[in-house]
């Protein structure tokens, strides 16, 4: 008589209190193959019918194809029941697994392909997929790497589908046979997929031995407690991920280990069964019918008795509990596989048997080899493989103008974080920095020791200033000084103000640090009125040789300014010049190079600066033509003192106030006009340090000038210094109420406009209208963008990317404009401003609509800055960390030239509307039909009345007030063709850090 193929789970145990149970778990007839063993040898070889009945396919329903295609293998344990991996059923982005009717499982299958029949195959829908709570993907290293699947009917057990056993005896990790066999599609590590099942053996390596051989940290995450380390063909395949891994015990094969995610060409991390039995147990055990619970005793099915050698027994003791350590650092443990009350103190017990996480106060961590894994299981009363404990870290290197390069066990590691006992650390300044001391007296390195110390102490880093540089140096001698050679004197800075659409050279400064620059107070002052100049008027340069701004050099690097600094009680003539001294504060910081460094500034006093003492003063002044030099000049000139200058030159005693010195004219060589603002400087051991600034002389006179001392001002250079304002406080977000590009702009971020209201003309300054180059060379208004840098724009990706190919656009087709009013390129406007786009940036994960638009952003960089002015200027990009949160259903800006009127027609000048946000969680729930583009880089926003984003507005920005600034928050990215209630914007915030690094490359590379 047949013996029924009934899955059986026998606990035998006292209720009375026993302190021991007894658990089999198994089919009578599993892991038997008729007349067949598998082969031991090496190779892969075609798989017999027969040879791996337990195994089937997994196909899943594609809408593409319309059609099932073959993703993963699975191992047959009863009748409804298959196991799996988590891995092809796990949807990582929503963290949450796909629907089961995607899923067909086909047992009794050689062939790859879902078309091509098999005569014995069964295919049956998917019940139910049921994987560990744990279970995050990639985010735990795919720990918990395993499925059940129950079938919507039973399997027919036959010679070609039959189960496979449990080793509810057998552990993996302490076998001595290290071979494993299995059968999939892709076992030789080809391109292509075998059209044939294949079987081999394959080697494996325990957990420990596993992390010593791939120590590399990229990959040890992933080799988790729960895991054991296959040696796989390279190029192994998804399609064989959930695979079981048997071995021949007795006369019977039982299911080791299921493979696991594909992670590397060498090894593939599996699943060891034994660490789940408890897991799988109660799993199994809430739907499967058959499954029978039987105390005192064990029931069998028909034709059975307890002799029957496929039931195994093991006996566990349960009084090994373990006591949670209770030490400094330790805050609390979670239990693995746990889905409710999972939080347990130090202190409490736990079973034996039972994984526990770690969990370490800020400062500590896992006593651990591995950092990303803090794990520890009981084992009969004491602890698998040592004690939880978190020990001291030490703490993150860093440290102004200091480089690091941190190492532990052979790996590269963040010197960013807290560090592991053992990291060392390498360290050295940047260049144009030296250590404050001699570099023979300490170690470029220092290690991280027991208690969480640095075994070194980290140097202070100075700047080295002052440097000429000697490349070409000499040139002709004129009458007006020496013509300098470009990059002679690299801390020599040129100062522009924009008059009739225009840079024109002003004044001359220099160079005190990566953003300031000093130069004279009168310099920002406009000579017909002495009213300050705003700093959007102003620029300034360095790596100059030329005076003209236009003139485009090597080392050039121009920057607007964030800052003028004067003092308070500067008032020009009305005290005879007094204080005649400025600090700017630039928007870009400048990179050191040999053609741009700072002068040294004697902060201390510690340079002797005597009468007749010559001193290097450089510009672009008065030639000996009278009109300003093109080239940049210098001349040595003798000091005099003040005490002096006031008795030599009575007639013009009342401007030689106690805070300047003068400096004697020699042979017609001397300061003019053109020359303010710039530095006197003095060589001392090599280096220059800068005395004096060229202030002010006696009209139509060529005898002397006098200098601001800078001696005196050495406190208020440091103090302002100390205290720079922040790039945000820029002229950015600030929305416009004039017409008049020089007069004060003013906030106005509180007033809401209508939906669909016209914008007043530069009222959004950062708007900008990105066109494109048609086939017949017309050129078309394609998207909208935001200018963030007045070299950068934002905007979508699919923007400027070519669907056809899945490749960017050329730069040469598109151009971008700033300060339009009208959606037509050629109706010219009083402050628009075109550019060409030198480089389009997009993020590498971008591949358009193969991706769902993830990753829908780009940078367009210009090939010219744009002049800022009240109709062309940035928006904010909120850089803090974390960002300001927006409010649920908050409202925002957005601006388009698509939207309609109210008679529908397409409009050509610019409107605005207020949009409500929606989170990306809600919006996945109320639009589930549009949910595989509602990625995690994006919100949503409402529409009403059709009164948002249209076809051709793509990249648009929505702006958000705050602190009397407009910040970009989203760029408008797609929406449903069915539904005019919402569209999707991406959301900035996700990218400040990629905005950032690109736009440094970009400029660095410049």
């Known amino acids: 008589m047949r013996i029924p193929f009934i899955f059986f789970l026998h606990i035998l145990g006292s209720l009375a209190g026993q302190k021991r149970r007894e658990i089999d778990l198994n089919y009578p007839e599993c892991g038997k193959l008729e007349d067949s063993n598998l082969s031991q040898g090496v190779g892969v070889y075609t798989a017999d019918p027969g040879n791996f009945p337990w195994r089937v396919a997994i196909y899943r329903y594609h809408e593409l194809t319309n059609n099932y295609e073959n993703i993963c293998s699975g191992t047959i344990i009863s009748p409804n029941i298959v196991l799996s991996a988590a891995s092809c059923f796990y949807d990582q982005e929503n963290e949450t697994t796909y629907a089961p009717t995607l899923f067909k499982v086909v047992a009794g299958k050689i062939s790859f392909k879902w078309s091509e029949q098999d005569t014995n195959a069964q295919k049956l829908n998917v019940n139910e997929i049921i994987i560990p709570s744990s279970y995050l993907g990639d985010k735990r290293g795919v720990e918990g790497d395993i499925a059940v699947i129950k079938l919507e009917k039973d399997l027919v057990f036959n010679d070609l589908v039959a189960p496979v056993c449990l080793p509810w005896i057998w552990n993996a990790e302490n076998s001595s046979d290290r071979i494993f066999q299995t059968a999939g599609w892709d076992l030789k590590g080809t391109e292509r997929y075998s059209s044939t099942l294949k079987e081999t053996n394959l080697e494996y390596l325990n957990i420990v031995e596993c992390r010593k051989k791939f120590a590399s940290i990229r990959y040890l995450r992933f080799i988790n407690y729960d895991k054991l380390c296959v040696l796989t063909p390279k190029g192994r395949k998804d399609y064989d991920t959930g695979a079981g891994l048997v071995q021949k015990k007795g006369d019977r094969y039982y299911l080791m280990a299921i493979l696991s995610a594909n992670i590397n060409n060498d090894f593939s991390p599996s699943t060891n069964i034994t660490r789940h039995f408890d897991w799988l147990s109660r799993t199994v055990s809430t739907f499967n019918s058959q499954m029978r619970i039987k105390y005192k005793g064990a029931e069998f099915a028909e034709g059975q008795n307890n002799n029957d050698s496929s039931l195994i ?13 209770a030490k400094a650092g330790i805050t609390s443990f979670t239990k693995a596989n746990c889905e409710i009350s999972c939080e347990v103190d130090a202190g409490m017990s736990i079973e034996s048997n039972e994984i526990v996480r770690i969990n370490c106060a800020q ?4 006593d651990s080899n591995n950092q990303y894994e803090a794990k520890y299981i009981c084992n009969q009363g004491s602890w698998f493989d040592k004690e ?4 001291k870290l030490c703490p993150p290197l860093k440290k102004e103008h200091l480089k690091f390069e941190c190492i532990h066990g052979g790996e590269p590691v963040s010197c960013d974080t807290y560090m592991r006992q053992g990291t060392l650390a390498k360290f050295r300044c940047e260049e144009f920095y030296r250590a404050s001391y001699d570099p023979i007296s300490y170690s470029d390195t220092t290690r991280c020791l027991v208690g969480g110390v640095w075994s070194e102490r980290l140097p202070t880093c100075s700047l080295i200033c002052g440097l000429v ?8 001698t004129l009458m007006y000084g020496n013509k300098t050679t470009y990059g002679e004197y690299p801390w020599h800075v040129a100062i522009y103000l924009y008059v009739a659409k225009r840079y024109e050279y002003i004044c001359g400064g220099s160079l005190l640090s990566e953003h300031f620059v000093l130069t004279a107070a009168h310099c920002m002052f406009d000579p017909s009125n002495y009213v300050k100049f705003r700093e959007d008027q102003l620029k300034v340069a360095v790596g100059k040789g030329k005076r003209d701004y236009y003139f485009k050099e090597r080392y ?8 003028i600094f004067v003092p308070e009680t500067y008032v020009g003539d009305g005290t005879r010049y007094a204080e005649d001294i400025a600090l700017l504060q630039t928007y870009e910081i400048f990179k050191f190079n040999h053609f741009v460094l700072p002068v040294c500034l004697d902060r201390y006093g510690s340079v002797t600066f005597r009468k007749n003492m010559k001193g290097t003063i450089i510009g672009w002044g008065l030639n000996e033509e009278g009109t300003l030099s093109d080239e940049l000049r210098e001349v040595r000139l003798p000091i005099m003192p003040i005490v002096e200058c006031r008795r030599e030159f009575k007639d013009f005693l009342q401007f030689l106030t106690s805070d300047k010195y003068c400096v004697i004219h020699q042979n017609g060589s001397g300061t003019g006009r053109g020359d303010s603002g710039g530095g006197m400087t003095f060589e001392v051991a090599g280096q220059h340090y800068i005395h004096g600034i060229v202030s002010i002389k006696k009209t139509d006179s060529n005898i002397f000038s006098a200098f601001t001392n800078i001696s005196i001002y050495t406190s208020w250079i440091y103090n302002t210094m100390r205290k720079p304002v922040s790039k945000n406080t820029k002229e950015c977000g600030i929305i416009g109420r004039t017409s008049h590009p020089l007069r004060k702009r003013e906030s106005n971020v509180t007033e809401a406009a209508s939906n669909n209201e016209v914008v007043p003309y530069g009222k959004y300054p950062w708007h900008v209208a990105v066109f494109k180059y048609m086939e017949k060379g017309e050129l078309l208004r394609i998207c909208g963008g935001t200018l963030i840098h007045e070299q950068f724009i934002l905007t979508a990706a699919h923007c400027v990317w070519n669907h056809s190919n899945d490749t ?11 300060g339009k009013y009208h959606n037509d390129y050629h109706m010219s406007e009083t402050h628009q401003q075109i550019r060409n786009v030198k480089k389009i940036i997009v993020p590498e994960a971008f591949t358009g609509r193969i991706t769902n638009y993830d990753n829908d952003i780009a940078l367009l960089q210009t090939d010219e800055p744009f002049e800022l002015n009240n109709f062309v200027l940035p928006a904010c990009i909120d850089r803090t960390k974390p960002p300001f949160t927006i409010k649920p259903e908050e409202k925002g800006t957005y601006l388009g030239w698509r939207m309609t009127d109210k008679e529908g027609e397409k409009i050509t000048y610019l409107k605005e509307t207020q949009l409500t946000t929606l989170s990306i969680i809600k919006c996945r729930k109320k639009y589930s039909h549009f949910i595989k ?74």
């Open 313 to 325: 027994r093991i006996t566990r003791d349960t009084r090994g509990n373990c006591r949670l350590p």
């Open 363 to 366: 400062g500590y961590g896992p």
């Open 388 to 391: 939880p404990k978190c020990v």
């Open 469 to 476: 540089n000697q490349v070409n140096k000499v040139e002709a």
């Open 556 to 563: 050039q690097i121009n920057s607007a300014v964030l800052k």
């Open 808 to 818: 960017k656009v050329a730069e040469k087709e598109i151009l971008v404009a700033c």
């Open 933 to 1006: 583009y509602l990625t995690m880089d994006k919100f949503c926003v409402n529409i009403e009345n059709d009164f948002g984003p249209q076809r051709g507005d793509s990249g648009g920005s929505l702006t958000f007030p705050y602190k009397d600034r407009y910040y970009i928050r989203g760029l408008s990215s797609i929406k449903s063709r069915d539904e005019a209630e919402f569209s999707v914007f991406t959301n900035v915030s996700t990218y400040v850090d990629w905005i950032n690094a690109e736009i440094e490359i970009a400029l660095v590379f410049n």
